[in-house]
Structure formats: C-alpha cells, structure tokens
C-alpha cells in the first residue's frame, strides 16, 4: 500500500526549543496532508489541514503561530512546535491523501505516518 | 469535534472468538471507515463503507452501516492474538480536502 514516512519517531527537548516533524508521502503525490494529535488512550485531534502551496487550515483552539505547518512541495509536509513547553508532548501523527486518486479505490481513504513522540522536558 | 463514539470502549475476547464494535455518528456523511492502530504506532485503514451501502466485506472484516440509525459495525471473525489494537471509526465527507472525524476508540484485546 502506499506509504507515508514520518521522521523522527520519536524526540525529547527542553522546554523553548522549537521540534520539527516532516511528514513524506514516497510513492504518491499528497495535495492535502492532515495532522493529528493524540493524547494517551485517547482518539485523534485533527489539528490542522495542509494543503500544498498554501496556508494550512487549523481547527478551532490550536495556535498557528504555535504549531507552524508548511506543505512546500506534494510529497513533504512539516509540523514545528515552537518554544515547546512539558504540556505539548504528545504523539502527533500526520496522514496524506493521494492527490491523484490512483493509490486507493476511493479518495477517501487517508494514509498514515507511523507518528512522532514528543516529549518536552 | 469527536462525531463517532464507539462501543464498547474496551473488549476481551478469547482466540477464535468473533469481535463486533459498533460506533455510532451525529451527522450525515460520505462514507465510514474503520481504521486499526497498534500501541504507539500510526493507523492503519481496513476498510471503508459508503453511504449508499449496508454491508462490505474484507477478508474476516464485515462492516455494516445503517444510516437510519447513524450507526456502523465492525464485525472480525475467529479472531487472533494479533488482533490486539485499538479500532477507531471515521466519518468522512465528500472533497478533496474533507477531513475525517475520529472517533474515541475500542480497545480489543484477544488472549490467545
């Protein structure tokens, strides 16, 4: 199936540093990439939606100027958590859609990272 | 905003036994899918239902979908210890850029 990498998997900083987390689709153009937040035992929060070229959507209570995403190209979204503090660490995932709609029967399937554990001292 | 709420939130189940998780919406939508995710790693798509469907099959995955009721199951047959994950559904719209709105979660654990 298609895949998408998320690098790195997992990451410890001190609290201020700013993190950034790529997310790469290999074999497939992604035109909109999605990333999640996940709390422990808890579901996904969809943060925010990228799509390539342009500003991403964010959800309603995640700070932009926080959590700064950019999809410069079809195949490479990033997340930066900027000035980290202890209460951001999570584990955030990112998905991807095939923008051409060949990788899947439907375009309503999403394609996962395996997600990147963040943990701020 | 969480849309599906599954049920139950934590199933044991013997091997060989069948699992069924039900998961309910609050919304019209495009379609369900119900994805499974592994301790501490990302998810994994099994399968998705339109919502012009009522019932699909994949391998020993059968999923129902009643629009009227705004509910859905996932139903895995002769179940197996690697079946332990957490099974979360999805409500998605139509677009390109329609996001998927994910449920709590299931955890289901098959002892072997």
């Known amino acids: 199936g298609a895949v998408v990498s998320q690098h790195p998997s997992r990451v410890i900083c001190k609290s201020g540093t700013s993190v950034k987390i790529e997310c790469r689709s290999l074999?497939?153009?992604?035109?909109?990439m999605f990333w999640y937040r996940q709390f422990p035992k808890q579901s996904l929060m969809l943060m925010a939606t990228?799509?390539?070229?342009?500003?991403?959507?964010?959800e309603q209570g995640v700070e932009k100027d926080k959590f700064l995403i950019n999809h410069a190209s079809l195949t490479l979204s990033t997340l930066t958590v900027t000035s980290a503090h202890p209460e951001d660490s999570s584990f955030y995932i990112c998905?991807?859609?095939?923008?051409?709609?060949?990788?899947?029967?439907?375009?309503?399937?999403?394609?996962f990272g395996e997600g990147s554990r963040l943990t701020v001292l | 905003s969480q849309q599906g709420e599954e049920d139950p939130q934590a199933l044991s189940i013997q091997e060989g036994e069948n699992a069924t998780m039900n998961c309910s919406y609050k919304?019209?939508?495009?379609?369900l899918q119900w994805y499974r995710q592994n301790s501490g790693r990302g998810l994994v798509h099994l399968i998705l239902i339109r919502s012009n469907e009522r019932e699909k099959h994949s391998g020993r995955l059968r999923v129902t979908l009643d629009t009227s009721k705004k509910s859905s199951s996932l139903l895995i047959t002769a179940s197996r210890a690697a079946d332990t994950a957490s099974y979360f559904c999805?409500?998605?719209?139509?677009?390109?850029?329609?996001?998927?709105?994910f449920g709590k979660g299931i955890t289901l654990s098959v002892r072997p």
């Open positions: 074999d497939f153009q992604a035109t909109t």
């Open positions: 998905s991807a859609r095939d923008g051409t709609g060949r990788r899947a029967a439907n375009t309503g399937e999403l394609f």
């Open positions: 990228s799509n390539e070229g342009s500003k991403a959507t964010y």
């Open positions: 919304t019209s939508i495009n379609n």
């Open positions: 999805a409500t998605g719209n139509t677009g390109a850029n329609s996001k998927l709105t």
